[in-house]
């Protein structure tokens, strides 16, 4: 919230915490109160947050946690909401999918009006930035603590599911999600898109966004929503304040 350029970013961002902070919280109760286990962060995703968070440039905030990481949660809790046999697992996911996709369109709108304004250099270092990302994020999923918590050999484990028609759906879902929002805002240089076909092969030449306008304008406006939202928040939150020093 501190290092967004506008007073509309920093409300938004406002209510992206309150979100985050409701997830949080479903989450730990989820693991810890029903199913009684949770694995830490893997070391590929905290790397990805720590360089994102630790950026001064609030464009690279926004790249590492609306783009990419918030489309590998939508990913992430598709897979869990679409095939998890829980009702509760597949409920809970289903609900946060609303908020992320939400956090996803407002940063694609921010981050496609400023990128234009930066120069060659600046765009290729961000779209460097994008297919690192996505390397690590390609082996997120591989399940290498489930496997060494069973004691099971862990190299077989990890080629058997890095080849398994699971694997190869949810990483398609990955790009499918990233790539045309990489593209929207301005981030598809031709180098570039060469680093992502080790991700989803031809799959991701495909990638296009092909929501017509009228889903694209649906979209804005539930982005615009909770920042009206937060801007009456604002204003009753400074006329209390102002009351009480009255």
Same mark, same amino acid.
């Given at each position: 919230m501190q290092t967004v350029p506008d007073i509309d970013s920093k409300f938004y961002a406002a209510t992206q915490v309150m979100d985050e902070a409701r997830h949080v919280e479903a989450y730990s109760r989820l693991l810890h109160e029903?199913? $009684?286990?949770?694995?830490?962060?893997?070391? +590929?995703?905290?790397?990805?947050? $720590?360089? +994102?968070?630790?950026? *001064?440039? #609030?464009?690279?905030?926004?790249?590492?946690?609306?783009?990419?990481?918030?489309g590998l949660a939508l990913a992430a809790f598709q897979r869990i909401r679409d095939? *998890?046999?829980?009702?509760?697992?597949?409920?809970?996911?289903?609900?946060?999918?609303?908020?992320?996709?939400?956090?996803?369109?407002f940063g694609r709108i921010a981050l496609r009006d400023y990128y234009p304004q930066l120069s060659d250099a600046e765009r290729s270092e961000r779209e460097e930035f994008v297919v690192d990302a996505c390397w690590h994020m390609r082996d997120r999923f591989n399940q290498l603590e489930v496997w060494q918590r069973l004691g099971l050999p862990i190299e077989e484990c990890l080629d058997i599911v890095d080849r398994s028609e699971a694997m190869k759906l949810f990483r398609s =879902?990955?790009?499918?999600?990233?790539?045309?929002?990489?593209?929207?805002? &301005?981030? #598809?240089?031709?180098?570039?898109? &060469? &680093?992502?076909?080790g991700h989803g092969r031809d799959r991701v030449r495909r990638c296009r966004c092909r929501r017509p306008a009228r889903? =694209?304008?649906?979209? +804005?406006?539930?982005?615009?929503?909770?920042?009206?939202?937060?801007? =009456?928040?604002? &204003?009753?939150?400074?006329?209390?304040?102002?009351? =009480?020093g009255a």
């Open positions: 029903k199913f $009684e286990l949770a694995y830490p962060i893997t070391h +590929g995703l905290s790397a990805l947050l $720590e360089q +994102g968070l630790s950026d *001064s440039r #609030w464009d690279m905030t926004y790249l590492t946690m609306q783009i990419l990481i918030e095939q *998890s046999k829980n009702t509760l697992a597949a409920a809970v996911n289903a609900y946060v999918m609303q908020d992320e996709a939400r956090h996803v369109a =879902r990955i790009f499918s999600r990233i790539v045309p929002t990489v593209r929207d805002i &301005g981030l #598809w240089g031709q180098t570039r898109a &060469g &680093g992502f076909r889903q =694209r304008r649906a979209c +804005g406006r539930r982005v615009r929503r909770p920042l009206a939202a937060a801007r =009456r928040l604002a &204003g009753v939150t400074l006329a209390f304040l102002l009351a =009480r």
